[in-house]
């Protein structure tokens, strides 16, 4: 079975910080989005990938083949935005007739991937939600079997919202859907929507059930990365520090901190995850990302997110500070 990847989007919501690099590779809680994905696939027994890139795409690329080295990949270039189902089109090559999981880029999931992988039939992750108009939503029976697809509905019918989880096993059967939609410019919203090719396989008599997704993060927004960033350090094991760089500091877990740190004179935690070779100084860091290479100085932050290279003097209390930007507040 493949996996394929789409991470083909721009990141607008996460803007500034996907001017200059993938959203996708935006760290939480010590590696990127798409390490947790990728990582969780690799230990269900996956090591065929296929990667949807677009924007930035050579970062993703150079990430994956330099992290991941025994695992075999393509990358199929996706250059307008058209939407998830043209993305998966333009993938058939790469694809095959062979059953695919296909599993978006800035989504984190906990669920069995086993015993998704190992399903008689085609299932899609589904989670409830309170407002499903922003979601592919499904209409299902009592048995879980899905009868309706919708992307986007203005009335939901349906508060099951899919989580970007698709096992297909009848791949032939959906990109003959993929085709025919794109040949007739069959959109919803002007985009081309896997939601949609799926539910022309319904149509045709393609059975697919739910899966019930145990949490969903969508990791699109600011908040919702803090957020993620925030459980998965409390539940993962990232209260080991290197002793030596941190110097006159306090350490609330969970604390993430990479290699080649320098902390000191610093009070930092809770949930702050902190890239490598970071440079903290007189600063109280709290709920908090902090990307590679950035320097702080008397700082003090709280829900912030810090891009790559980022320099900080001064004092502030929320920021949402992009890649290689410097602000001075003395």
């Known amino acids: 079975m493949k996996a394929v990847i789409p991470v083909a989007g721009i990141g607008t919501r996460l803007r500034p910080h996907t001017h200059t690099q993938p959203k996708s590779l935006i760290p939480v809680a010590g590696k990127p989005i798409l390490a947790h994905i990728v990582d ?26 330099k992290t991941y080295p025994s695992i075999k990949t393509s990358f199929v270039m996706q250059t307008t935005g058209k939407g998830t189902g043209h993305a998966i089109w333009l993938a058939k090559e790469a694809i095959g007739n062979q059953p695919i999981l296909v599993v978006f880029g800035d989504t984190i999931c906990e669920v069995n991937w086993k015993e998704i992988i190992d399903s008689k039939t085609s299932v899609l992750g589904v989670k409830k939600v ?44 959906l990109m003959t859907c993929l085709t025919s939609n794109i040949e007739n410019n069959l959109k919803t919203l002007n985009e081309f929507h896997l939601t949609d090719a799926m539910m022309c396989m319904v149509a045709l008599g393609t059975e697919f059930y739910t899966y ?41 877990p969970p604390v993430f901190i990479d290699k080649g740190c320098k902390i000191s004179n610093s009070i930092v935690g809770p949930n702050v995850s902190i890239g490598e070779n970071v440079h903290i100084e ?21 829900n912030s997110l810090i891009g790559n290279d980022a320099s900080l003097q001064g004092t502030v209390h929320s920021l949402n500070l992009g890649d290689s930007a410097e602000i001075n507040f003395g």
Do not use: M
């Open 212 to 252: 019930n997704v145990i949490s969903w993060f969508d990791c699109g927004k600011k908040e919702i990365l803090l957020q993620t960033n925030q459980l998965l350090l409390k539940r993962g094991n990232f209260n080991t520090i290197d002793k030596e760089s941190i110097h006159n500091s306090i350490i609330i």
């Open 282 to 302: 007189s600063s109280i860091i709290k709920e908090s990302i902090i990307g590679p290479f950035a320097e702080l100085n008397y700082a003090v932050l709280t």
């Open 40 to 65: 969780q696939l690799v230990e269900a027994g996956i090591d065929d990938f296929v990667f949807i890139i677009g924007y930035l795409g050579d970062k993703i690329e150079e990430y994956i083949s």
């Open 130 to 173: 309170d407002d499903p108009r922003q979601f592919g939503v499904a209409e299902v029976d009592k048995d879980g079997k899905i009868y309706k697809l919708v992307e986007k509905p203005a009335i939901p019918k349906s508060n099951l919202a899919l989580v970007g989880i698709y096992k297909i096993l009848e791949t032939k059967e």
